[in-house]
């Protein structure tokens, strides 16, 4: 059922300012994304470099033709498509919506270019535009729309990640951005936090955006357990590598023992050996490692790799939500156009919970108990993952800020490196 | 450090009684071993037909090999090896033993022959009887003796079940053994076993053997929760089945439909379509599908969308341990000399927890809070394999009666297929 | 020795009218290749569809590359590179020049862009003009700037195959130019031509240019045979589609019945079936099949199929050239601009034997006796490539007129089928 | 049309003398196979160590599945099948024939047991005794029994060189025979044997038994040609590893050198460095390298490499066979008993043309002019293999000597080394 009102004389409700916010954010989510591209030539928008990375001219289209699917299909009547085809290119693993594209083959796009995807943003957004002048929006609405703004943030991550991965596989070693002026404060000595056992709630209550897999929130119980103070740091990682942390099997899992092998890992990704040194591919071109910065590019098997040298072990979902608990949402995010973990966590307390690296932990990526996927085809979002990946706690240097909170669970393979991926030490009490 | 005692006059201690058990014990499992190969020729035996199986041969050996390496080189005084090659050829994935045979390859000895591993078990029964006499045993030493029998147990489950695989590869379809003359009783209707909320303690606590993966014993929350009085038959699963159960993506995990897809499963694994029946491969050979048996040689990924379409799911490790708790361990279990699932379900309270089918819980394959793997190379037994499984709980129609438990965790990836594996669903209260 | 002149007082001699010649040559093909991409966008330029196939800005670059290495680093005192990094970028295969980018890594490169790349063509172009104009050419000198000439002709031809499997797999079917107005004339009925049997010369003789691969001309004994007078048509290829010639074993090669299952082809490459009628992906965009054109993009193993099936067989390399020796060189190619086969064939004698199609011979790509490659890094251009390929003689409607004549010898494995391939029938007399 | 004649009074006539001599031949030839395995035990007979090999226990019943399948069920009257699951069981790969196992999967079947297809060989023997009592053969009745005769040859030498294989997989490293005492004699100095130009004939004519491969007879123009007097040995294919061989693209055919980095070949099949020196796992178990042996084991990417470095080649088919037209079939041969090359090769004139080792030619695997495959199902024996393949000549020590002669055509893909495979060098003139 559509609801059409062309004339409305409206009073101010809740829902109403809601929906005002919400379309503000959508202008400022949308520019957002577009800065993220303005440097970017038409070839560096176009190619991909493995399978499980996009063409940054995909992400563009496809944040589009989710506003397109689930806002404006269903709620703007008289919607005219700004091209049929679109809806089989840009969708990305809705199998309620039909068929797509393959994933792999993004990159085999050459056509539409990407001023016309730039066309296709302009015309949803405008069709947006008109929407909201037209719709009553019910509840549901708004948190379609609303899934839509935070959908569209995680896309904004992606760009830069699988943008890196493209560059990173130029022999030219080519830069997205200038290397930030400052770099950060000394990392402190690791101090351990101690945490109490208990019956604890986590998950993401009543109030508030959050994705269907942060629900319900539900008890859990806590051992007593201890916390990292920081993160992880170059030097602290190069001392595993140079205790010959890559050749001791006994450190691995067994799966990351034959990940090592066979993808020939001695190093996290973007690491480069020459002449002695230690050189790094980052999204400012390739240069010297600083040992102060966080370690970043590690799969999970070697995060727990790590962790098992170190006589520690990675956090589970519970600890890290509960530490986290009380903690405000500050740090080397997006917004500091660091676009790379800066150096830190000496203060007093948890540092660095958020931002610079996602930490990965010691949960794998299940439903909480009660979990209900949201309806339709938006409950393809996130339910149909949850098997084989691990959760990763607190955002990165390439997260927005109003996208992460202490409830967010991302989710990788364990052997996925090319998201800004550290680690955190754990241990119990 | 070697104890040695040629001569002794001990009085009974506990440790005595309990060693003197222990052999027994070993008698009897050892018998039992070979007397599940008695059968089989040695071409039966020296096969591979995948590289998740092993040849029959292959587990005769490396269940000596266990003993020999983790008993008589370390505690019998002046042991001869049978065959120094065997160190290396009969490791299954001990790297703190040393190099080992490539998994995949081990179809590809014909010598050692049969002969020579039957053998090999007698030199290493003789020395395990002169150890016996001339040890004088510590703890440690009668726990490593008790988890070469339990170790061996398990190599007696996968015999059968890589045997089974081995002749299901043949399209003369050969029978291990005849078939059962009585099939069961009725499945009764399925009814749903409710149990409430509330912390609860899981796995193994201080007394009598446990695998190092049940410990420690620890506080958990449960959600109120209940679960199916007995497992899914194969007429239930065949409705999924009809109803287009594995060509609709909505009932898969993302990953199961790819499996699904790459592996062209429509029905569980040994099942036959021919002339609009299903026929099934079993260790009896081939034959009709009984309706009224548990579904069995399905994957988690078939476990999970059975359950998704019957508007339910699996359980959890802790709901199945705490429903399981008070349970006698009775049911069709290897003793019953079936090898095949059987009818029945149709009584009070929960039935076929234990035998038949391993039930696929919801649960990932990871470490207790405070589990610490076992000190040395059988500190590998377990703990290097908790990541991408999943854990399966109660045993099959494959498992000694003496080695499954309520706290037993089976674990095997999602995709695994040619175990006894079968389902029992579960629902939020 | 690099030889200088800064100031030349040369008479006319043939070395010198043969240089005027080339160099005017020169200018003509570089400006041809840069016709051909014209319409081409920088992300049309910068795609690669598989590791066969190369981007065109990739073959922009490496021409030019070829030229910088073998005539400039060489023979221009002084020549400054554009960009020390192309050495590496651009090199195709030559392991006498060093190090290379791998092959399949080409569509990974955005930057340089295709701006950059098209001013490398003017720095090389430029220093082209200087080194004509400084330098006193040797014959050897002469050989391989004449050789840089019909590597690029190939490159031509290989920009619009590579571009056409790319924008195939783009599912909206782009175009990259329009349909030509007229299609061509009626094919008539296929005649056989009979050649007698006898001692004859194939190969290249002294004059005028030729690749190494050609040479020696020497003797062979050609058997009695017969060559079709025309190519098969698309309709004479549905008639072996339509007989069951995908799915009779007996009709193919062991190792092409092979790939026809492993590849699950039912039709030449880019045919399309949809409501009962085939469909072609052509440089046009798709469109109906015209069962009068020449059929094409088949394989060896197809060709080889499809001649059993009409009760003959294909030609051999001696039997085509010597029934193609006092052909005029004319033809569908590629200054047509049709860029696709054409319908044709029905006049007398041996018809359409130049363009249209590359015509698979039945014989192996091999040396000939007396074969010896040329000296240095060029000697790596045909050689090394001498196995596991089978011969395609005549061109293409994409092969420039002045690159092909009676003796070329082209090449690809028996399962390629994106060049421009199609079928000429042969027999025993 | 069956033929019968339960009374037969036949004056002798050479169609007679001709199917005697045959069954006296079938009764030596088929004792010869088992004799082959006498020694072995059903284990052994049992593997299949890679897809290209079959296990022992598969030939000696394909063998017979040929005898059954092309003169059994077409020439004995109430000819009764073994086991009629045998037809799918033990067909290779004659399509004509129907549904056949799958190759990789040889390796699978413990049942039948080897004593099994021992009943089996008896029952086709007894049949043929049967057969050859009551049939009154026409002359393709004898060619087709002919050709099972050599078909059986030719398993004797795939039972050698595929065993060998298999026992080369076992680290143990077994033997198959004792060592023969002799060694052979010293390699003389290769020297160069010359040939004129000039029409020959080449292939087989209208006396005594071929394969359809060898003819028909034909004309082909040979180059003056040099060949050399004897093999190439290990001690000279040690100066080319010595030399950097392995290590040279430029000595390498493209391919050849892709095959070489991707099954990391630095040394021929069976070779083994340690401590400085090099060992070789023969038919006698593992032993020091013979430097005056043959070189062996070599795949057609290295031949073509070491005559490249040696400044040489390979020679062509016409060649080597006009060189050995009038030679007689003598060498170290099967009946020999070495089951390896034996050093030699110093006498006047062409040496060790017949045996030792299979000798790479030059020449691709394709039909002669005027080709005609056999008639029925039997016509899928050489022809449908004619691509992708170099033919090799002369026979090794696993070939017997009734079953090789001038005009036999092996053929191998370039990159398999199992065989027992090596080398002569020829030259221009």
């Known amino acids: 059922m559509r609801r059409t009102s062309s004339t409305r004389a409206r009073v101010s409700s809740p829902i109403d300012e809601r929906f005002a916010h919400l379309l503000a954010r959508y202008g400022e989510i949308r520019s957002a994304t577009e800065a993220l591209c303005v440097d970017l030539s038409a070839e560096d928008c176009a190619l991909q470099s493995m399978p499980d990375a996009s063409p940054v001219k995909w992400h563009l289209a496809h944040t589009s033709w989710f506003f397109e699917t689930f806002v404006l299909e269903q709620g703007l009547d008289g919607y005219r498509h700004f091209d049929p085809s679109f809806r089989f290119l840009y969708n990305s693993y809705y199998v309620g919506i039909g068929e797509r594209h393959a994933r792999p083959e993004r990159g085999l796009i050459s056509r539409p270019?990407?001023?016309?995807?730039?066309?296709?943003?302009?015309?949803?957004?405008?069709?947006?535009?008109?929407?909201?002048?037209?719709?009553n929006p019910t509840e549901r609405d708004l948190e379609t729309f609303e899934l839509g703004l935070h959908h569209e943030q995680q896309h904004q991550e992606l760009i830069l990640t699988d943008l890196k991965h493209l560059l990173s596989r130029n022999p030219l070693g080519p830069a997205y951005a200038p290397a930030p002026e400052s770099s950060g404060t000394e990392p402190g000595p690791l101090r351990w936090i101690a945490f109490p056992a208990g019956v604890r709630e986590i998950g993401h209550g009543a109030d508030g955006f959050s994705f269907d897999n942060e629900r319900p929130r539900h008890r859990v119980y806590v051992n007593p357990f201890q916390l990292a103070s920081r993160l992880v740091t170059n030097r602290e990682?190069?001392?595993?590598?140079?205790?010959?942390?890559?050749?001791?099997p006994r450190l691995w899992l067994s799966d990351g023992w034959d990940a090592r092998a066979s993808q020939q890992w001695t190093a996290?990704?973007?690491?480069?050996?020459?002449?002695?040194?230690?050189?790094?591919?980052?999204?400012?071109?390739?240069?010297e490692l600083d040992p102060d910065e966080p370690v970043c590019h590690v799969s999970y098997y070697e995060a727990d790799a790590y962790a098992?040298?170190?006589?520690?072990?990675?956090?589970?979902?519970?600890?890290?939500?509960?530490?986290?608990?009380?903690?405000p949402v500050a740090g080397n995010l997006v917004e500091s156009k660091r676009f790379?973990?800066?150096?830190?966590?000496?203060g007093d307390g948890l540092q660095q919970m958020y931002g610079d690296v996602w930490e990965w932990t010691n949960s794998a990526y299940l439903g909480y108990p009660g979990y209900r996927p949201a309806g339709g085809a938006v409950g393809e979002y996130n339910g149909k993952f949850m098997v084989n990946q691990m959760v990763l706690r607190g955002g990165s240097c390439a997260t927005p800020r109003s996208h992460i909170r202490a409830t967010y669970r991302n989710f990788f393979y364990p052997w996925a490196r090319w998201q800004f991926m550290g680690i955190r030490l754990a241990q119990d009490a």
């Open 113 to 135: 270019a990407l001023d016309d995807v730039h066309a296709y943003r302009r015309h949803v957004d405008k069709s947006i535009a008109r929407w909201s002048r037209t719709t």
């Open 237 to 248: 990682y190069l001392a595993f590598i140079d205790d010959g942390g890559y050749e001791r």
């Open 268 to 287: 996290p990704l973007y690491w480069q050996r020459a002449g002695g040194r230690w050189r790094v591919f980052t999204l400012h071109g390739i240069r």
């Open 308 to 327: 098992r040298w170190a006589g520690a072990r990675l956090a589970t979902e519970p600890e890290w939500e509960t530490a986290a608990a009380g903690l």
């Open 340 to 346: 790379h973990p800066a150096t830190g966590g000496s």
